[in-house]
Structures are given as C-alpha cells and as structure tokens.
C-alpha cells in the first residue's frame, strides 16, 4: 500500500531506470534530483524535478536520499535540499545553462549562430561546476571558501546577463529572500545589483552591498628583477627605485640587488632577495608619470681591465649605468596583471652620473649613450600594482608577497593608521668641494658615513638599500679624479628611537689611489647632530651644507665629545670664534640632504612648546594661535598628548572656565576637523579609544555646551562664520566629550545636577531652533552644516536622554526650519531627517511616533510642491524599510498598537500625494509618450488624458524646473516613489484601506472619487509602462503580488460606493476593469513562456496570478448586474484578451463574459451588433500577437454554445451563427498566423490572407477589414514578383469605389482625398502591376476607362494624353512584347496533418515562368517539408485522406480555353489571340492511357483508350492568386479513332502553318521547312498509315465498333486532307528551295508520289458512301471570318488539286534510334525514325498506368548523364553527299533526339520517351499560332528574351532558334537499301502527357500554334518488330530536352516564348473543311474570350 513519505523526500539518480514493461515508469538519468511522494515495498512514487508535471514509480535502491527542509507546505510545497546556498543555486543554474547551451549549439549551423557565445558559456559551465565540485569536498579554508563563493557567484551573475536572464538580486553575494525585506530594500538591492553587474562587465557581477564601499587610498607596486645581461666582469649593485617625472624627484627609498661578478644566473643568495613591494603609493601617484629607474654600481678595483686577473685588495664602488622602466597607467591601474618590462642601461661622464636619469628623460644625447650588450634584451623586470591595505593584499596575494621585504616611500602616506610606528632619517650625499692638496690631479674621494651614539659606538643602523641588513658604515661611490664629485645616493639610518636624541652621523672622507698597494688615505671628516641640545626637535629636513673639518688620523675620531661641541653647519662655523680641537678647512664643504619620517619625534616648535605649555604658561595664547598651523600628521602623532594639554587649559581644577577657554575650544574644534580628511579618518578610533580610556576631565561639559551655544547665538551676528561651521561639523565629537564628561560627572557624584544638564540641553537646542528659523542669507552655510552633522550630536544624547526627549528636540529643530526656503537648507534638512531615521531615535516607539508625525508633514509639504523629489524619496524610502523591518517581528493579526498607528500615519498623510506625485512624473517623463509607443490594449489613453488635466496639479513644470535631471535620473526618481507606494501598499491591511476610505469619504464622495481614480490610473500606468527594467523579475513579481492585492481592496469601496445607481461611475469601474486586464495580460505573467523551473518557483510564491485576477475580474463583472451595457462596446476587446491567456481554468471561467454581454446588449439594443463588431475587430489584433491558439477556438465554440442551449434565449440563432462564424474566423486567423514566418510559407500566407479576405466579404460583411487584407495580400504578392496577382488584388479595392467626389479619410495608405483621386491612384497602381506582369491585355481596359473619365468629367487633357499614349504602348507590346506561357499543375492535399485551408482539397496551380514540373514540385516540397509526394496520379483511397500524414499528388494539366465570340467572323493576328490560350481559363485536361480489353502486341492502337479529366476551378487563372481550388471534376473517355483523328489534325495544322511562314517569308532558312517535310512523308510512308489502316479501316473493325464509324470516317478525311497539304507544301517547297536543296526535293516528291497514291486508295470508297457517311463525320463549313493569313488563291489551286482525294496513311513499326556517330548501315531508317516520334512509344500496357506519371525526379541523373554523352555537333546532309549544314535546337522539341543508352534496345525505347522542352509544355496544350523565331544560317538574327540556364547544354554555332540553341542537330536521314516501315505518321507529337508535367514528345517538329497534343492524349503506336514498348521514364525537373531535328526558320513564333510574327502578305494555303464536328476550325484557333477583361474574380 503507498503511503506518504515523511523522512524521505529529497533524493538523487545514482542510476539510469528505465523499465517499458512495468506501467507509470518514470524514466530516470543520473544526476537527476527527484521528489517523493508516496512509498511501497522499495519503490518511491514522485517526479524529477526537470518535470514536475510527469508523476511515476521508481526503485527506491536508485535514489541517495538527501537532508531536506520543506517550504510552503501544501499544492506547491518546496523540497528543497540543506546544502550550502551557493551549491544549491550553481546547481541550478547549470541546469538552466545547459539547456540554452544545447539550444545555442543546435543554432551555430544558422544565420543565428553565435559562435563566441557558445564558448563563453561552455566555459562559464566548465568554471562553475568545477568551483562547485570544490566547494563540496569540504577541503577549503573558510576564506577560500568565502573567495570561492564570491567566484561562483560573480560568474553566475556574468552569464545571466550574457544570456539575457533574471538579474538576481544579492547583499554581500548571497540572494536576497524578497519575502524578508521591504518591496523599498528589495528595489535598492536591484539598484546596487544593476550598477554593480554595469560596472563590472567582466562578471563581478551583483555583489550589491548595503554600506558604500570605501574608497581605495592605498596601492602597492610588486617588484621583480627577472634578468640581467650585461657582464661587469666583477660584483656590481643594482638600486631600484621610484621616480616621478612630474615632480622631477624619487619617492620611494632604494631596493639594492647585488650581483657577483659570474652573473645574474648564478644569483642565489636568497629567495625574494631580488623582488620588493613599494608600498604606500597613493591615488595621485598613481596618476602621475612613474619611472622606475635602476641604477647600477660596479664594486672592484677603481680602473677595471679585463687583462688583469689578479684580485684587488680593496673594492671601490664605481659608477657603471643606469636603466629606466616606464610605468604606464593600465600598468599602475592594475588591469594587466604582472607586467613584464625590459630595458636597456644607459652611461656618461663620470660628472654626470648623478643626473643621468632627468637628462635619459629629456633625452639630450650628447650627454649619454647605450651600453653595448651582447644579449637582445638588457634588464628585465615585472611589476604588478596591489590595492588596499597592505595586510589585506598580502592576504588577497599570499604567493606573490608573503615574505616580500617591503621599500617604503619617502615620507608618509595618504593614510596614517594608528599603529605605524616609523623612525626613519633618510640622508642624501648630494655633492662636495674638496681643495686639490698639491696634487696635479683631482682626488679619489671616497665618503665613509656611520651612525654613533654618544659614546662613539657605531650603530648598526646604516641601510644603503633595502633587502639587506643594516650595517655600521656606508662608502659612497667614488668619481675618479674628481675634487667636485657629486654623487646624489640616498640612505636610511634607522636609529631606534631610545637613542635617537644622543646620536650623530660622521662622514669620513678619504682619498683612494689607484695604486693597488697604497692605502685608503684619511684627510677630514664633517659629523650631524640629529636633535637639538635641548633635545626638543630634530634636524629639519632640506638641504645641510656641513663644515669640513681636516683630520688624518682615525685615532682622534675615536671621542666624539671632543667634535661634537663643534659647529657642524658651515652656516654656524662663520660666526665661530673660539678655537676649534679640529681645525676647519674653510673652502671645503658637502651638502647633504635629509628627511625625517617618524611617528615619534617632532621637528615643529610650535607643537613642542604645546605640549610643554605649562614650562611657559605666558605664552599659552601665542602657542594656541599657532597649532592651527602645525601640519596635521605632526598633530596626530601626538594626538593623546595634545589632547590632554588643550582639557587642561580648558578648565581649572574646580570646573570654572578659564581666559584661555575660547581659544582652547577651537583648538579642539581644529583638532576635530582634522579627523574628518581622509589622511587621518583612521585616527577616530584612536580618538574614541581616548574619550573612553583616557578622557578624564569631568568638569569640561558646561563649559563646552556653553561655547557652542555661544557660537550659535553669534551666528546671526557675524559675517565670519567658518568657525561657527568648523564648530557644528564637529558637534559629534564635541557631544562625545560633553557626554563622557557628564557621565564622568554623574558618576563621581552620584547623578547630581541632571536637571541642570537638561536645561543647557533644552537651551542649546533652542539656541539651534532660533538660529534655524531666520531667514539670513550670510548664515544659510551655517544653518546647512547644522543639519547635516546635527544627528551625530543627537545620538550621543541618546546616552543620557530618553528617545522621546531626543526626538522631540529633533521635532522642534525640523518644524523650526521653514518650509519656504533655500533648495540648499531643503536638501539638508531632508538629510537631518533620514539621519534620525536612521538613528536609534527611530527604533523607540515613542520617538518613531514623534519623529513620523513631523516628518511625514514635512514631505508631504514638499511632495505636494513637487520639490526635492529625490530627497523625499530617500527619506520615505528609509521610513518604510524600517517600518516593514519593525512589523515583520510580529505576526500579521498581532501588531501593536503603536506600530498600527505608525503605519496609519504614514498611509494617511502620504499615500494620496505619492500617487499624486508620480502620475505627474509619468505624464512629464520623455517616456510618457508610452501611450504612443505602447500599444493601448487597455483603452486608457482617453481617460489619462482627461484625469490629467481635471486631477493632476500642474506641478509638471516644477517637477522638471526644480529637478533639472536627465530623463535617466528621473526614472529613477519614478521607480524610487514607485517602490515607496509599494511599500506602503504591502505595510497596509484591511483596517487600514478602510480607515484610508473613510478619511476620504468624510471629505465628500468626490474626495474618495479622486483617490481611487488616482490609484487606479497610476497602478494601470505601472503595469503597462513597466516601470522596473525586464531583468528585474524579483522586483516585479513582488511588485504585481502588491498590486494584485491592493486591487482587491480597492474593489471594495467600488462596490459599496460608486455602484449604486445615482453614484454609478463608469469611468472609475471602466479604469478599475482596464487596470484589471493590463494586469492579467502583462508579460512577466506569462508563465508558460517561463522555463519550467522558473514557473515553480513563480507558482510555489505566489501562485498564478492571473487566475486569481481573473476570478477577480469574474466577480467584479457579476456585481456589475444591470450597469453591464455601459461596458459595452469598450470591455469587449480588454475581455477578450483575458480569455486568450492560455490559461484553461481561466479561458473557462471568463468566457461567459461574452454571452453576458450579448445578452444586455441584445436586451438593451435588440441586437448585438456592437459586441460582435468589437470582438471580430479585436480577435483579429488579438491573435495577429500571437494570442490564442486552437484550444481556444474549441473552447470558445463549446463554452458559448452551451450558454446558448442551455439559456435558450430570443436570440438563439443569430446567437449560435455569430459564435459559429467567430470560429470559423478563428480557425482562419490562426491559419494566417501559423504561416507568418518563413520565405517557404509565401504562398501559404496568400492562401490565409484569401480566406480571411472572403470571409470579411462575404460572411460578415467588414468593407474596412476587407480593405486590409487586400492590401496585405498585395503586399504578399510584390516581393514575390507576382505582379499580375497584386494587380488583381488591387483590382478589388478598385471595384469597392466609384468615381464620386465624396471625401475619403487618410490611413496609412493614402491620404484623405476624394473617391475620384483614390481610384485613379488605384488604377495607376494597377496598371503599374500588369505592365510588370505582361498582362497588357487587362490594363488596356482600365486605361480606356481612365481616359473616358479624363475626357468626359475630368476634362484633364494632360492626363488623357499620357494614359493614350500608355494605351497604344499596351497594344504595341501585345504585338511585339516578350512573354512566355505559364505552365498549370493540378496539386492534391490530402491527409489530416496539412493545414485546415487545403486539408483533403485539390487546387490548379500557375506555375512560374519557366518553371517546369521538376521545379515546381520543388518548391512545393519546401512549402510542406513533412508532406510525401505520392508516385501515381490515381485518386487517393480514405486512408490516406483520414490519415495523420501529409500527402500531395502533382501532375500537369493543359488550359481549355473558352470559346470567345468577340473574334467570330474577324481576321485576328494569332499574336493577339494566343494570349487567351493561356489565360482566363477556368478548366484544365489531363490524358490518362489505358487499355480496354488485351493490348494487341502487333498493334496498340485498337484498344488504346484516353481518360481525359476536366477541372473547373473556382476563379478565372490568374487572378488573386497563382491558384485556386478544383470545385468541379468531370472525366470523358476518347476511343482509339477519335483520338488518332486528334492526332493526325495536330499533324496537319503544323504543316499547314509552316507553310504559311514560309510563304510569307521566304528568305528564311530553309532547312526546318526541309526536315518537317521529310518527317512527315517518311513517316507516312513507312508505316504510320499502315497501323490506321490495319487498326480502323479493317473490313472488321466497324463491325466490331459500330459507334465509332464517324470518328473512322473523320481519319480518313483528315488522312486526305493532310496529303492535299503537303502537295501544296512541296510545291512551295520547291520555288523557294536553293540549288543545293533541290536533289532532296526531288526525292521527296518521288516518296510523296507514293504516299499520295496509298491513302487515295485506302480512303476510295463509292461516291454514294462518301455522300452518306463519310461527309457525315466531315466537319461543318468553316466559319464565316477568314484568318489573316490565309490566302484565296492558295485556297482555289489546293481546291482544284488532285491531292484533295482521300488516301489512308500506313502506320510503321516503332523505329530505331540513331546518332549523328551511327553506322552507314542504320543510316535513313534510323535517322528517319528520329525524326518521327512513334506516337504511342511510351505505353505498352495498362498495368503500367500508374507508375507513369508521377516521379518527376527519376530523371535527372540518367539525363544529364545521356546528354553529356551526345556528339558535339550533328549535320544534316542527303544521300547525294550534300554539305551539311549546322542546325541548332528547336524551341519547340517536337522532333526530340535522345543520347542512346547503354543498349540498343534501350536506344530504341528511350527515343521516343524523351519530354518535351519548357517551351513545348507550354505551347503544345495551347491553341495558339506559331510563334518562335528562327533565324537563317546567314546569321540574321531576332531579338530574343534571356532562357534561364540548363542543366548539361552546350554552346554550338548554329542559327538562332529562339531559345535552346546549344544542343547538336540530328543527322540528315540517307535512303535506304532495304524498305523498312516508319515509326509514326507525319511525325505527330507525341500527344499522351507523361503524367508529371503532361508535356508530350513530339514527332513532327514544330507547334504550328494549332494544339500540337491535346495533354495527355495517347500517340500512335508503331508496333516495330512486334515488340511491347517499355515504359516511358520519367521526366526531369528543370531540364532542357534534347534538340529536335527541325529547326523553324527566323522570325517564325512557336510559342509564347519567342516574338510573335505572322506573314506580312496573304498566304493562298487554302484551309478547308477538314475538321471533325466536336472541332471547327475557330476551335483549333482557340478562339479566345473578348478581349474586354473580365473584372477580376470575387473570391
């Protein structure tokens, strides 16, 4: 049995489970962290927390269970793991991470692929889960682990930002818990969070903090010495230190590296020996020009030479060079890291060595030069730059510095902290004058200086650079031959301070030979002494020119009382007149310099006699006057002492003030002051720990009070107020003493004379009191600095006074500071009350009472002024932190009572004037235009304006004047008050919103009105402009869980107030509504577009909150009742949007609403014509957003049927059709919205965009709408270049107007104008579009009917000119223009997985231009990528249309003109009419073969049937769009005869239009005129005749087939008729043939004699038979009109001509194929057999029926491949050995030449199944002319449009035909030796579709403009060898068809590609009645329909 876990609930996969056997698996990965539920016998039932929605069973032996705590127990309880906060979020957000990180790889292959994103969060991944890992070992110290927190966050915060995620809100990095601070803190904390992740864009990410970081003063530079390179050849110095360039002086002591003379390499004194910290840098060093320079000492024999190898007996420390490293400010920033720096050495004369570095540096090069090195590099160094205390850096870096030796700087630092204690005398041997002494050459001085103390002992105190040890002397460099040396080296002496003041320097001077032997010669000696005699002060620093006094023996030195008593300056020595121990050498003397750095030892005077004020007590007042003049780190040093001194002088012994107490307390003030200069701010605590420790003068506090009341009162009075100033910013510290003292007082006697101490108190506050309320404008300075350190004062008095009495001082102060004043005194006392705020004050209950109820005034004053918005912002801010902070201690019903009161004042005095105050930031915000940038969903923007201006104060101007701020800083202001009336709304309960109304109510009803009104605006104002940024989901969860119950309380006095009828406000109902909606409808409560962990989250806090809005909104809407009409049409949209939140609970719930609406309507009105307007016009917006989805179209039709049923009001069934029809319109809507993305869903989009067009029309009637999608349907229509298509789509608008003056108004379109103008624009417009469409036909009619306006009514006979001009344009583009025929292909939709518009429907598509069935099928595939094309053209069964599958069905049909009577009886130009071929046409055919009965091997034309299907579409193609829908379907089936006399009458109008060309133009080349002659006649002769003759014309056959004796009939005439065509074509033939033609002529003639004579006895019979039923079956007289280009005369002689007799042609066999490289031995019959196509080659038995027709993409390799193997060039030539001549391609392919395959049998198979060419496509199932150009063999050529690029072609020089004219020409046939019968009749084409693109073969040639095959219509066959035909193959995509053997001569139209030309003079052809009665010779022109356009289709 399951039972509910208690212990076990948190757990962890430690295996893969997956078990498909055992039902309610949950399938489990490792690592995965489940919930358990419920347990039974070792299985856990629960769920992954990946999926919280997914429950099921699982091992229990799988789980690790985890310690645990539960949060929010309940539905949405939290399990949630006892782990370290920081694991548990890194966890978390890893999970989150990956999943974006999956999605950003699967994107890196797109346009949107982010390469460098992917890397960067790969490897944030790696980093967090590796801190993570580190963090759970459990082996980290606790600072590592707190660094490592830091890290983990830091990093996490990065890439959330990276990828656009929650900022998470942090203190001191760990997240904050929004439900324990205040929405106010909560809105700070993402203040700091966004600064800090700004600031910090490398991942420091939200580490906000809630005190301000202090400044950084300190900064430390690290040191190293990496290598040196030079070789000295003996031991050298090195001496590092800082120089800075602007100051042109060193600011750091010396860091010395010594190295031998074997090299750097072999240095190992030490670790670190060669590395220092500089310390001590301050922030203006740090910006300064920082040198380190280096200074390098040679330490051997005085003159080095490397030939000497012996060693010297003494080392002379010689001057070598110097190097200089540039410190450049991202160095000393600390942005790079350790930087390594090289450098070179650079040298010069002796006498300037000193100053080597300042002349490096102003680079004058005369005076130095480079050391020459071997090496590429010379001194090599790194440094990095620390910041903050040394000790914390050291900790931050404990590799880098620990055991560091430190090189301090020169002087002190910024900062001096209270325990440096530093001793150090820096002395600087500058330079000397030293006489020659007899010599001819100067001297080697050497200067030897030792620290002794008093008895002459040397102290061990002498540093020549840091690093290493001190010593007892120190040797100066010695500059060779040199009485004027100058040396400028710098040391140390650290004496310690016990001896300091008995101490002394002596400085030795010796001259040194450089003679190895000779000793170092002693010759005087100067000494110091370091303090004076009475040892008060020490040596002042500077320069010290010292006597020198002559000695050369050492001996004498050794008692320095006989020196010391000495002058020792030369400055004291010239006023010496006494003798001297040592005699003093007067033109010598050194310079030195030096600078004392000690925390102990003073060199000011002034201090001194301070401190020893009571050995001169006349004097205190001069010595007081001077301490302001002291420097204050000599101050500090003694600060205690100091101290002591000044409260002794203060006070005498009984407490009575002294004649020096004045002057004493501003000394202290002075000291005081100096405690506020960052320099000293450490020494407060020392200053504290002395008030505590050692202050014992507990009689000072009246006196003291009594000086600052006295400076108070002088205020007022003088003009000098900066002592007053110093005095008030010190009042802390002043109180502390006062307080210490009167605590010292009280406890000395007992707590005597407390009540006086109150009364100086109270007379000293009222003192300030006074001094605050005057209006003085020399003491506003004062009165601002009052206030500002007024608080420090205050809690000192805390000590001793209650809170109470202490706020009310505070009180007294804040109320006597006017409110009228300076902005200056504003801020500060703004200031002085967020201090006490802040104070403890604020955290008794009586001083918060007092303090609120005087501050609250005061910002209301100010709010309500609009002043100082930002102060008042901070001080609310602060007041409501702190009051939450006070109420979350008790429970939510237990409050007390004073904490009620507080939260009651401050809701009463600021709640109003806050929303008042921000409404007019919104409205005066650059931002504000939100109502035009946000969409106003709410229907708000009216009632803004209107409470704008009847509510809001006009302040707005004072807002920005006082502000003066950014539109940045004023959202901040905005978002600051904003998270303040939050935090009063979350402080508030339901006793306190009913005290807010009834304080309201007492005012009046309009009182109450304006509050509500208010919020409600501010709130919809808040909800809709998102006042906090997107990132801040926190804040605005928080923010929306305030509003959403605020909203409930505010419900109340709606209902209980303003709902009655005589107070019903609708404009106050309509706002709380349209708040209600923007609220339920904002995007941060989207929850399903959230990641379902963060959806958790967002359920399991405050759960959806939507859904409890929208029961919310439910509950308003039912109190409503009888007032539901005044929302109504306005609530119809808002409550529409409502119900497309994806919410099932909630879309059930507010449905209703809408019936509710239509039945007030419909009971107010009598109908519900308003509401149905709203909600189609909305709906449409609505789910353009993407809203809505197929769930709601189905609940929306259940849910308000059902109300309609089950109410069964009067309106039910207008009721039912609306809501029917709004389904409908959703279902097409959500279509349209599906498609709107994607190039591949183009046509998808028309196809929506139509149906919501027709629907607006026809079904509700919605002209506006109508209009809309019209122009979104054009604008579909342009890009995609269908320009005929948006021409119709216009054309629709159009036919909305009429030519009216009536004005029009503006829209986004047009502008407003009449009726007139707009159509006339429209008409351009459309015009426009069919001339880019070649539609010239259709334009010319709205042409005429623009000039008739032009010229009737408008009478603008400018404009008619141009629109007669474009018209004659139009009509000479018909003639002359380019244009192709566009295929159509049938394409069948079936299966339930397509889209509900063309679901289980069939459509007949335009096909672009030349676009074949390969292509077309192409793009449909990419249209529908899931579909699968089916391989048969047979109907679908119900499977397949029931199924969830995606299935189409293409095949390509042929147009089926109407019949136009506007030609009837008229000669028309065939140019003119083939246009109507291929357009405007409603119905299509499709050919499908089949067998009836056994095919006859030897024959297959007996029983060889023809299916033909004609599809009706529902508009006239084109029009609106390139497709539209089958509406009816009707099938005939042809009997073999009847279609062998469509084939044969196809036959004879190609020849008889070839003969009207060429009779018309007989210059062109003759060859194609040659070939289709010999086509026909060789085909006739060689069999084709005889198949019809052995087929139908059988003694047995109209036995058998009784019904078909008309259409045998009909064969026969038209077999006779085709041999009086060609009779009179070889007549023609031979007149125009040339010379070399002729013997070819003559053979034809002989061939033709011969076929004349068979069909003349095949079609005999007696003159009775051919009276009766042979002229039945002869079609009707041609009609009355006579084409153009026929001829009388022509007519006459082939009337007369013997030719006239009828003579079955004989059928051939199926023919052999041959190439142009074929043996002589298949030469004429091969070459023949190419040149006829068997008609009926592709078929051989029925059961191959279906697989025929439909896989157009099996040919594309095979045909590429054959056509790579065809010969480069083909001849034509005759048996005679005529000369070829070159022929190109055929436009028209109807004589088609295959490459031979692999086998001869497939050779002869594949001959006669090759498709057509695109161009024969299109002109073989269109009625009309010839009309593709030839040019002759001289090269005269026509101008022809561009053909898209083929597949394989190849150029070869040929005449032009028009198009494809770059494959090879066939062989000329030669005669046989033996007869062999031909393969087809005439060469027909090949007449059965192929059923994918329904082109056909052709055998004959040329299209003569007559249908060249009716599509898919059966050939005939040509049994050749008895043999069954093989399937034909399938047809290609796009690929060119091979060249056919004739070629038409120029100018000679084929088809709609080429130009369309007819003969220029009458023919004489005579064109007889040959037809049959189902075809009059109008209908094989395919008489086209008027040529006044049809107006486009209505959809």
Known sequence: MWTPTKNQKFGVVIYNFEHVQVQQTLHLDVGETVQVLEECSGWYRGFSTRNRNVKGIFPAQFIHLKPFKIDNEGLYETVTPVEDPVVQEAASVLREWGQIWKNLYVQLGTPYGDQELWDAVRKAMMDVADWRKQLITGTLTSDQIAQLKLKITRKIDWGNRKLGLDLVPRVDGEMVDPDAVSVVELHQVHVQSAEASQAHPQGLGTLAKKKERRKVLSHHLFFCMRDFSYHLGEDAEVYFSLYDAQKGKFISERFLVRLSKEGFSNYVEKIHSNCTIFTDLGSGDLVSDLYIVAHVVRVGRMLFSESVKKLSSHN?????????????????????????????????????????????????????????????????????????????????????????????????????????????????????????????????????????????????????????????????????????????????????????????????YRHCSTREKNEKKLFGFSFVRLMDDDGGTTLRDGSHELCVYKCDERGRLNNPLEYLTMPFLSKEAVDCIYSLPFQRSPKESIIIDTLLCSTKLTQNVDLLSLLRWRSAPDGIGETLSRLTRVDGAETVKFLQDVLDALFAMFSTDDGNSTQHSGHVFQALVFIFSLLEDSKFEHFKPVMDAYITGHFAAALVYKGLISCVKHLSDLCPQTEKQEPIMRCFRSLEYIFKFIIQSRLLFARATGGQNEDSFRVDVDTLFESFAHMLNMHLENIQTSQVTL?????????????????????????????????????????????????????????????????????????????????????????????????????????????????????????????????????????????????????????????LSAFKTKFVPTHASLVMGSLSVTPTLQDDIRGSLVACLMGILQLMGESHYSKLWEAHMTSGTHHLRHLLHSTVVLLADLVRAEVFASDWFVMRMVTNYTILAAMQEIAQPLIATFLKQERFDNQLWSSYLNLAVGFLTQPCLQLERFSQQKRHKVLERYNDMRVLMGFQILSMWRELDEHRLHFIPGMVGPFLEVT??????????????FFDMMQAEQQARGSFKQVETELIDKLDILVSENKGDDEYRQLFNTILLERVRSNDPVWRESGTAFINSVTRLLERLLDYRNVMQGDENCDKRMSCTVNLLNFYKNEINRQEMYIRYIYKLHDLHVPAGNFTEAAFTLQLHANQLSWTQRMLHADHLYPAQTETQRKELIYMKIIDNFDKGKCWEQG?????????????????????????????????????????????????????????????????????EYEQIGAFTQRIQTEFPQAKMLSHNTPPDDSIRSSDGQYIQICAVKTLPEANPMFEGAEVDERILKYYSNNHVRRFVYDRPFYRGPADKDNEFKNLWIERITYTTEFELPGILKWFEVIDQRVDQLCPPEYACETVERN???????????????????????????????????????????????????VMYPENADHVNRLKVLLSEQTMILEGALDLHGRIAPSANQPLHRRLVEVFEGLRSKVRKMCSTPQSQRSTSSLQSTPPPPPTHRRADSDPATEFRRTGSIINSPLPPLPSDKCAVSTSSSSSTSGLSSLRSSQASSLYAHFHSASHDDELYAKPQEWDVGMASHRDSRPRSAFISDSRGSSPKSLSKSLNNDYMMVPPPKSSDESQRWRHSRPPSPRTARSSGTHDSLNTSWSDSHGSEESLPPLPPRVSERQTRSVSLGGEDDAPPPVLPKRMVKKCPSPAMFGCDQPVGDGVDGCSSSGGGLSNGFPASTPGTPPLLSPRNHRTPPPPPIPPKSISTPLTPLSPPTSFSLNSSAEDLTPTTPTNIYIGNLDGSHHSLHENYSVPPRLQPHPPPSP
Not at 1140 to 1153: D, Q
Not at 1371 to 1393: M, Q, T, W
Request: charged fraction near 20%; charge should be neutral.
């Open 316 to 508: 002379y420390r010689r001057p070598y060079g110097v190097a200089l490293f540039r410190l450049a400010q991202p160095v000393l920033q600390g942005s790079e890291g350790e930087v390594e720096l090289t450098g070179k050495l650079f040298t010069s004369d002796e006498k300037d060595y000193w100053q080597l570095p300042e002349l490096i540096l102003k680079k004058q090069n005369n005076k130095y030069s480079i050391m020459s090195n071997n090496a590429s590099y010379g001194l090599v160094v790194s440094v990095k730059v620390v910041h903050g205390e040394l000790e914390q850096a050291t900790k931050e870096n404990p590799l880098l510095l620990k055991n560091v030796c430190i090189t301090k700087k020169l002087g002190f630092s910024d900062v001096i902290m209270p325990g440096d204690v530093r001793n150090d005398l820096y002395v600087t041997l500058n330079s000397g004058e030293f006489e020659r002494g007899g010599k001819s050459v100067g001297k080697n001085i050497e200067v030897t200086v030792l620290a002794l103390d008093a008895e002459g002992q040397a102290l061990q105190s002498i540093y020549s650079g840091m690093g290493h040890e001190g010593t007892t002397e120190f040797a100066s460099m010695i500059m060779y031959h040199n009485n004027s040396p100058r040396w400028n080296e710098r040391l140390k002496v650290g004496i310690p301070i016990d001896q300091f003041a008995a101490a002394h320097l002596r400085l030795e």
């Open 787 to 943: 206030l500002e350190h007024l608080q420090g004062a205050c809690d000192q008095l805390c000590r001793v006074l209650s809170p109470g009495e202490v706020a009310n001082h505070l009180s007294n102060l804040f109320n006597a500071t006017p409110v009228e004043s300076t902005r200056e005194l504003t801020r500060a006392k703004l200031h002085a009350m967020k201090n006490s705020v802040n104070s403890p004050v604020f955290d008794d209950d009586e001083g918060r009472g007092l303090l609120l109820e005087t501050i609250c005034t005061h910002l209301r004053q100010h709010l309500d002024s609009r002043l100082e918005l930002v102060f008042c912002g901070d001080v609310l801010s602060d007041i409501v932190i702190l009051t939450h902070k006070h109420v979350k201690r008790f429970p939510h019903n237990k409050l007390p009572a004073t904490l009620h009161q507080d939260v009651e004042m401050i809701m009463l005095t600021l709640f109003d004037v806050v929303v008042q105050v921000i409404l007019t930031l919104e409205r005066s915000a650059p931002s504000s235009g939100s109502s035009t940038l946000i969409p106003d969903v709410m229907g708000l923007t009216q009632l």
């Open 1140 to 1153: 497309l939140v994806p919410e099932p609970e909630l879309r059930k719930a507010t449905l209703p609403i």
């Open 1340 to 1408: 010319i009619p709205l042409l005429e009917e623009l000039a008739t306006q032009y010229r009737t009514r408008l009478f603008d006979y400018q404009k008619l000119s141009d629109v007669l001009k474009r018209q004659a344009s139009f009509y000479e583009k018909i003639l002359s223009g380019k244009r192709y025929d566009h295929e159509y292909f049938r394409v069948g939709f079936y299966g339930l997985g397509l889209p509900l518009f063309v679901r289980n429907k069939v459509f007949i598509y335009r096909g672009l």
């Open 1548 to 1598: 004879n109008k190609q020849i008889r239009q070839i003969s009207l060309h060429y009779r018309a133009n007989p210059q062109d080349n003759i060859q194609p005129f040659t070939m289709r002659l010999q086509g026909t006649i060789d085909a006739a002769v060689n069999g084709g005749i005889a198949k019809y003759q052995d087929a139908f014309f059988g003694p047995d056959y109209l």
